[in-house]
């Protein structure tokens, strides 16, 4: 059994600046990508930030030079460090890892149950 956990979400004035992270756990052989997605209200989950096993990065543009991923292979954890955050930033996150797991031996995508993230004054 796999899980995939988020926390650090809340409430933060507009400017101001979050960590989330994101742990896995269960009977993980491999991870093969972490990555971090959002959903606000009345619109469609969009990704946010990926990481591949190899520390390869990716960013949705409204993030660029404001968020950045990183990755914890030891503790199979993933961070998003969400800087200078303005009120459209406001959403649900969602963790989402791809995971070789050893019992049984298969590739799943997991997801989190999601952490709120508020951006207003």
């Known amino acids: 059994q796999v899980q995939v956990v988020e926390s650090g979400g809340g409430l933060v004035q507009p400017g101001g600046s979050l960590r989330l992270s994101c742990v896995a756990s269960?009977?993980?052989?491999?991870?093969?990508?972490m990555n971090w997605y959002r959903q606000a209200s009345g619109k469609e989950r969009e990704l946010v930030a990926g990481?591949?096993?190899?520390?390869?990065?990716d960013y949705a543009d409204s993030v660029k030079g404001r968020f950045t991923i990183s990755r914890d292979n030891a503790k199979n954890t993933v961070y998003l460090q969400m800087n200078s955050l303005k009120p459209e930033d406001t959403a649900i996150y969602f963790c989402?890892?791809?995971?070789?797991?050893?019992?049984?031996?298969?590739?799943?995508?997991?997801w989190g149950q999601g952490t709120q993230v508020t951006v207003s004054s």
């Open positions: 989402n890892a791809h995971i070789v797991s050893s019992s049984p031996h298969q590739l799943r995508n997991y």
């Open positions: 269960g009977s993980i052989l491999s991870i093969v990508s």
């Open positions: 990481i591949r096993s190899g520390g390869t990065t």
